[in-house]
């Protein structure tokens, strides 16, 4: 019988092979995490609902609106507004060419550049709707300045027959202009629902140029104030939070620009809702009925760890003036109670591991003692019976190769990551290795790499 080497070498490599895969599959498989210095990304972006002291003007006659005063601009007590064609023969006449050549001058032409340059650096595919917004504004823009130049040929108007015809109404208060009403006018931050929120229910009415209007609609509307406030709706931990700092950092993701406003909160029928109230800014978002921000919070820094690494362990209670040195290597432990064999009583010292200290106790590993020890005070006949039992939250770090608790004091986390305290006495330090997995291995495990 002829025996093969090769497969016999073969056969023997193939089944180690298979011993090895298995054992591995086995085995527990330990991922170190190196400990950094960091701090946590806290989605802070909100789309706010802007509440202002806005007034809607009613008109007063009933005929073809033109308007005259800019939108998003103020106007003073006693500046022209807009104006009434009670006949419709001005329409007419602008339609047919009776008013002449009505060119728009360099300035105008300014207006609108920067108006269209402002939307295109602004515009979100995903806010398609404010295309709309845009398309009136240019109308209304492009109208106003037509307007301007009949009015300056108004002598020529009334001499093809409308005379009296016209109506002017002029500001009665300081504020700005405003051409368009949505329902919002008079919502207050307490009244603010999780509904009012929902964009693609929203609707606005916009207030156009040369259309026909009834007396009593609605002319244009006036803000009368520069303080106005932002609404969002917030979970009671982000309120607590907002409530304690009192003021807030508000950056508007339109322009990039950064205010201070003052917190509210508000507990309504379905919700909590954060007010930001501020004294600047309102002109520049008149015509924002929803306005997408950021809140530039405090962040926590320290050690950043994974939440996968932190784990709960219970430790025993005991005195800080029961534990001493002792042992030949002269390591922190205990002085425990114990008997000889003849009944005699006596001490033994127990080497154990202090993990934290708080009101004049240590938190002691309970691997090596056990409830019902009593443990003798140095230098005195004192006892203390071991029975109180607390609880830390920390980490295991394998910086000596075996896994050993750190308590860990946690300051802000989020779903993936905590931040720690640094520099705590019995805790983490920067570039110190954990485990990434707390429950992939068990305390003083060895680590194999």
């Not at 105008?108 to 709309?132: A, C, M, Q, R």
Request: proline share 2%; with cysteine; charged share 25%.
């Amino acid at each position: 019988m002829n025996i093969n080497l090769g497969i016999i070498i073969f056969s023997v490599i193939f089944i180690y092979i298979i011993i090895c895969v298995c054992l591995y599959f086995k085995s527990k498989h330990i991922v170190g995490y190196e400990v950094k210095a960091g701090s946590l990304s806290v989605n802070n972006v909100y789309k706010a609902l802007a509440l202002r002291s806005e007034e809607i003007i009613p008109c007063n006659d009933s005929g073809y609106i033109n308007y005259y005063a800019r939108e998003g601009g103020r106007v003073a007590v006693g500046n022209l507004v807009y104006t009434v064609d009670e006949t419709g023969k001005l329409s007419d006449q602008m339609q047919g060419g009776e008013v002449g050549e009505n060119s728009l001058s360099e300035s105008d032409l300014n207006e609108l550049k920067s108006e269209i340059l402002g939307f295109t650096n602004t515009f979100d595919p995903k806010e398609f709707h404010d295309v709309y917004d845009f398309k009136y504004g240019v109308q209304g823009t492009v109208m106003k300045l037509a307007n301007y130049r009949i009015l300056e040929s108004f002598d020529t108007l009334n001499s093809v027959g409308n005379a009296g015809s016209i109506q002017f109404y002029n500001a009665a208060r300081t504020g700005i202009v405003i051409y368009s009403t949505d329902g919002y006018e008079e919502l207050k931050a307490e009244q603010v629902t999780e509904k009012d929120f929902d964009t693609t229910q929203y609707k606005k009415e916009q207030l156009v140029s040369n259309a026909l209007i009834n007396k009593g609609d609605p002319a244009f509307k006036l803000c009368t104030s520069e303080d106005w406030s932002l609404v969002i709706p917030v979970t009671e931990e982000r309120a607590a939070e907002l409530e304690e700092a009192e003021y807030v950092q508000v950056k508007f993701l339109k322009n990039q620009n950064i205010s201070w406003a003052k917190v509210a909160i508000h507990r309504n029928e379905d919700g909590v809702y954060a007010e930001l109230i501020l004294n600047n800014s309102m002109i520049t978002f008149c015509t924002d009925r929803y306005v997408d921000i950021e809140l530039i919070t405090e962040a926590e820094s320290g050690l950043k760890i994974p939440n996968s690494a932190i784990v709960e362990r219970e430790f025993f209670l005991v005195p800080t003036e029961y534990v001493t040195k002792g042992g030949n290597s002269g390591r922190d432990g205990v002085l425990r109670e114990a008997y000889t064999e003849d009944g005699n009583a006596t001490t033994e010292f127990i080497e154990t591991t202090i993990y934290n200290e708080k009101d004049g106790e240590y938190y002691l590993d309970d691997s090596s003692l056990r409830i019902g020890d009593y443990l003798i005070k140095p230098n005195s006949s004192e006892k203390y019976p071991v029975s109180k039992r607390a609880t830390l939250i920390g980490v295991y770090n394998i910086n000596k190769g075996y896994a050993d608790f750190k308590q860990i004091n946690i300051l802000y986390k989020n779903d993936e990551y905590s931040i720690v305290e640094s520099g705590t006495t019995y805790g983490l330090s920067v570039y110190d290795y954990i485990v990434l997995d707390a429950e992939s291995v068990n305390e003083n495990d060895f680590i194999y790499e």
